[in-house]
């Protein structure tokens, strides 16, 4: 589980910082009153959001952990020079914008609980850091690159036929999201539908079975796990959900490769893909959003904000020429 990572993670950091405290003096032994750190305050800080944000902030620390040289520095000691320092080392390393945007964030979320716990004085050194997200490339496939991309060849009951059924099922199902999909049960498969709960926001789906998505279903029918799907493990820990994403990534690319596509396919391509061709086939914002689980439709517009269209300018043309065509007058 993520907790025994956590855990894991703390023992190493400890075993640093005391190597570096005078504990012992004579025969007494007196115990020191640490100031917090980022990896002490971890496991409490975690226990209060879910798997996914916990191992956001778990990658956070650790990588807060590397720019400090592998030292564990006190959070009353830090300030906004040291978090420009640390933007600027992740950038150096190839992080993208985004990624450092979550690393701030998930640093700031822990530095925040410590300081409302008034265990150190809030100096806000997260003010001025990038924390927003930067517009990324188009993830959605046109019919065409979807077609392509169906029709090439895998290697037959291998993994990258499991890869395409994961695919094509989760554009089928409405976009469900790569960690709803495997985490799925045979037991919320009954009465021609599908029953979940977003992990993500808790909004229920159901999804009505059609021919795709039934055989699909069929050809796992025969498995021995309570999952759906064989891609995790009997527990569905968080360590081997993190292990079947980087798998499916990883065929997902190769299947790109071979198919001649140029977009990028990731777990979330599938769902950007529904998202879009629902829309360009006038299905409307409130559905989509419902169908994808959103809890606002302004996190929908994100998945279709970059399809190229001209519905606006061909509805208005639409009631113009609907109306009757009054004469002009002549100026005088």
Known sequence: MILKVLFSFIRKAKKAQSSTAGTVRGRTHQKQHLPPTFSSVLPSASRSVGPSTAANYLTAVRSFVRFCGGSDVPLSGIDRLTVARYERWLHSR???????????????AIYNKVAEARRIRNRHPFDGAFTGNVRTAKRSLTRAELTKLLQTDADAGGAADLARDLFLFSFCAMGMPF????????????????TYCRRKTRRPVSVRIESNLRAIINRYAGGTS?????????????RSYSSALGWYNRQLKRLASRAGIGTPLTSYTARHTWASLAYAANVSLP?????????STQTTLV???????????????KLLDSLITLPLRKRC
């Open 94 to 108: 190839g992080v993208c914008p985004n990624t450092s945007s979550c690393y701030i964030r998930s640093l700031r």
């Open 179 to 194: 960690a709803d999909m495997v985490h799925l049960r045979r037991r919320q498969v009954r009465d021609g539908t599908i």
């Open 226 to 238: 309570d999952y759906l799907f064989p891609v995790l493990s009997k527990d569905g820990n968080m």
């Open 287 to 295: 559905v989509i959003s419902k169908a994808l689980g959103h809890t």
């Open 303 to 317: 998945y279709i904000g970059e399809i190229n269209d001209n519905r606006v300018a061909d509805a208005n043309k």
